[in-house]
C-alpha cells in the first residue's frame, strides 16, 4: 500500500477515535447541563407566572401591605409577644365584673415553650349564676386574647347560684 493512503486512513480512524470520545464523553454531561438548565428554566417560569398572578389579584401594593399590616396587628393583640399573664389576670377580673361572676381563685401554672410560642394554662374557681357564667365564658371568648378552654365543670351550690372550675390556656410569640 501506499504511504499515503495508510496515512489517510490512519487519520480517518483517528477522527473517528475523537468523534467517539466525544459521542461518549462530551455529549451526555452536556445534555445533563442542558437538562438541568431547563429545569431552573422551568421554575423560573413557574415563579413568574405565580408573581405575575399575584400582581393582578394584588394591583395595589399599598393597599395589600396595610391589610397585611392590620392582620399583623391583630395576630400581636390575640397573641402577643410576651406572656403577660398578670394583665390577663387584670383583664379576667374586668370581665368578672362586668358579667357579675365571681373570681373566687386563680391557679396560673408554669408556661409551656410551644415551637415558636408559649402556652400558659391557668385554673379559675368562679360563681355566679348560669346566666352570669355563660356571660362571663362569652365576654372571655370574645376578650383581648386568644382563649382556648380546656374544661369547664360546674355544680350547683344553691338554688340558683353555680360554683365551677374553668381551665384555659393562653398563649405568646416567646416566653
Known amino acids: 500500500m501506499n504511504r499515503g493512503k495508510l496515512f489517510f486512513i490512519g487519520t ?13 464523553f462530551i455529549v451526555p454531561s452536556q445534555q445533563d447541563k442542558i437538562v438541568t438548565r431547563r429545569a431552573i ?43 403577660d399573664t398578670t394583665d390577663f389576670i387584670h383583664d379576667t377580673e374586668r370581665m368578672a365584673v362586668q358579667t357579675q361572676v365571681i373570681i373566687r ?7 409551656l415553650a410551644g415551637d415558636g410560642y408559649c402556652i ?3 385554673r379559675m374557681d368562679i360563681s355566679g349564676n348560669y346566666f352570669q357564667f355563660m356571660d362571663f365564658l362569652s365576654v372571655l371568648e370574645q376578650g383581648p386574647r386568644f382563649v382556648r378552654f380546656v374544661s369547664i365543670s360546674m355544680h ?3 338554688q ?13 410569640l416567646s416566653a
Open 41 to 83: 428554566l422551568k421554575e423560573q417560569q413557574a415563579q413568574r407566572s405565580e408573581l405575575k398572578k399575584f400582581m393582578e389579584r394584588h394591583s395595589d401594593l399599598k393597599e395589600y401591605e396595610s391589610g397585611l399590616v392590620h392582620q399583623l396587628q391583630q395576630l400581636r393583640r390575640l397573641m402577643p409577644g410576651e406572656m
Open 12 to 24: 480517518l480512524w483517528g477522527m473517528l477515535l475523537i468523534i467517539l470520545l466525544f459521542v461518549g
Open 156 to 158: 350547683s351550690k344553691e
Open 120 to 122: 400558659q394554662h391557668i
Open 160 to 172: 340558683e347560684s353555680l360554683e365551677g372550675t374553668l381551665e384555659l390556656l393562653i398563649y405568646a
Open 105 to 111: 381563685g386563680v391557679q396560673p401554672l408554669p408556661p
